[in-house]
């Protein structure tokens, strides 16, 4: 029979293996915005008619917004009292903490329960922003292709 707390520390391991894969996935993506941030740019040169230009800047500007959005993926969020925020306080209070934990294997436990709730919680945000980018970038290759339509109709 598997114990709560082996239960409770795999739990812990998956949470944080998605917590890096969400980072490396909104880096990725990031690279990509900045890409297309660049060429969509470089396309939209003056003598292009109006409704190319009004489409080509509303893809451009839902692509830079959807950039934000990833930059607020891979922000540290540095709130909560676990893991390394928990030991970067006054010396005598990681030393008493630690003491504490060693005494004590049930507040060794509670310390990992809510380090998991903490870090589980964090990881949904993140996914959801991941999304929510992923959705404004869909928006954005969208108004380019019709950007790149309209132009062709048009010359």
């Known amino acids: 029979?598997?114990?709560i707390a082996a239960l409770r520390a795999d739990e812990l391991a998956a949470v944080r293996t998605e917590l890096s894969r969400i980072d490396t996935k909104?880096?990725?993506l990031g690279t990509g915005v900045l890409a297309g941030l660049a060429w969509g740019a470089a396309a939209l040169t003056p003598d292009k008619s109006?409704?190319?230009?009004?489409?080509?800047w509303g893809a451009e500007a839902t692509a830079a917004a959807a950039g934000i959005v990833l930059l607020l993926v891979v922000r540290p969020r540095l709130r909560g009292r676990h893991g390394f925020l928990a030991w970067s306080g006054h010396p005598v209070t990681s030393w008493v903490r630690l003491e504490r934990l060693?005494?004590?294997?049930?507040?060794h436990q509670h310390e990992r329960h809510a380090e998991l709730t903490e870090l589980a919680a964090m990881v949904?945000?993140?996914?959801?922003?991941?999304r929510l980018?992923?959705?404004?970038l869909l928006i954005a290759a969208a108004l380019a292709a019709v950007t790149i339509i309209v132009d062709i109709?048009?010359?």
């Open 26 to 28: 909104a880096g990725l």
């Open 102 to 107: 060693a005494a004590n294997d049930h507040d």
């Open 133 to 136: 980018a992923v959705d404004m």
């Open 50 to 56: 109006l409704a190319v230009t009004v489409c080509g």
């Open 153 to 155: 109709v048009l010359t």
């Open 1 to 3: 029979m598997v114990s």
């Open 124 to 130: 949904k945000h993140k996914y959801r922003l991941l």
